[in-house]
């Protein structure tokens, strides 16, 4: 498996609470992603970056603030949760932003 | 737009048999279609990827341009290959990141 950690695995909060899922990589790949798994709607990107301090909106970005500030991690920010958000997140990385690598996931439960 | 559609969400077949997960896409220009895969409690894997045309594990995708399809087949379904199929496409949109966009997925059953 590519060097890919996600923390934290399990995660339940209350709803209106911040919440900071922590993707690290020691592959040093360029690409890192957040996607949300959710049945019915299959992979949806909430935020990617390529590259230090350079970040994107993917097509479920509301809600969700992403950092960079290192190659190796990635910080995925509910600012106020809430049960919507309810889900499991999946980090993945990329060299060239085509063969992705994923993460073990992180169930939140947003109550 | 990109859009991927997989149009069943639970698909179960009887070791031995033939498997065919479908996977449509709509996208304008020429993309590059993927297949990825989720066994139980690990984590999501590549799959294949159609410009390599190769077969993992015994199974084969072939891009249809025409009928904007990249079908997922296996010719003897074995128990397993019970897992959650994602299709995924890649647009090439000239940006600095090139993102993935899943289909909703197929939970593949193989039944003993």
């Known amino acids: 498996d590519a060097g890919i950690t996600q923390s934290p695995r399990h995660k339940v909060t209350e709803t209106g609470t911040p919440v900071t899922l922590r993707c690290h990589q020691t592959?040093?790949?360029?690409?890192m992603y957040w996607y949300r798994q959710d049945p019915g709607h299959g992979l949806r990107l909430i935020h990617y970056?390529?590259?230090?301090?350079?970040?994107d909106k993917g097509e479920v970005s509301d809600g969700y603030s992403v950092s960079r500030s290192k190659t190796e991690d990635f910080l995925l920010t509910l600012e106020s949760a809430t049960s919507s958000q309810t889900s499991v997140y999946f980090c993945?990385?990329?060299?060239?932003?085509?063969?992705?690598?994923f993460g073990s996931g992180t169930q939140l439960s947003v109550l | 737009a990109q859009r991927v559609t997989q149009p069943e969400k639970l698909l179960s077949v009887f070791k031995g048999a033939p498997v065919e997960l479908k996977c449509n896409y709509s996208?304008?220009?020429?993309?590059?279609l993927f297949w990825y895969v989720q066994y139980s409690r690990q984590r999501l894997q590549l799959l294949l990827r159609?410009?390599s045309r190769e077969s993992i594990k015994g199974f084969t995708a072939d891009l249809n341009k025409g009928e904007t399809s990249f079908h997922l087949k296996k010719p003897f379904a074995q128990e397993e290959d019970s897992a959650m199929y994602y299709c995924?496409?890649?647009?090439?949109?000239?940006?600095?990141?090139?993102?993935?966009?899943f289909g909703t997925g197929t939970r593949l059953t193989v039944i003993p």
């Open positions: 592959e040093n790949h360029r690409y």
């Open positions: 996208y304008s220009g020429s993309p590059e």
């Open positions: 995924a496409l890649l647009p090439w949109a000239g940006r600095g990141a090139n993102n993935l966009f």
């Open positions: 970056s390529y590259g230090v301090k350079d970040t």
């Open positions: 993945a990385i990329s060299e060239q932003g085509e063969k992705l690598f």
């Open positions: 159609h410009i």
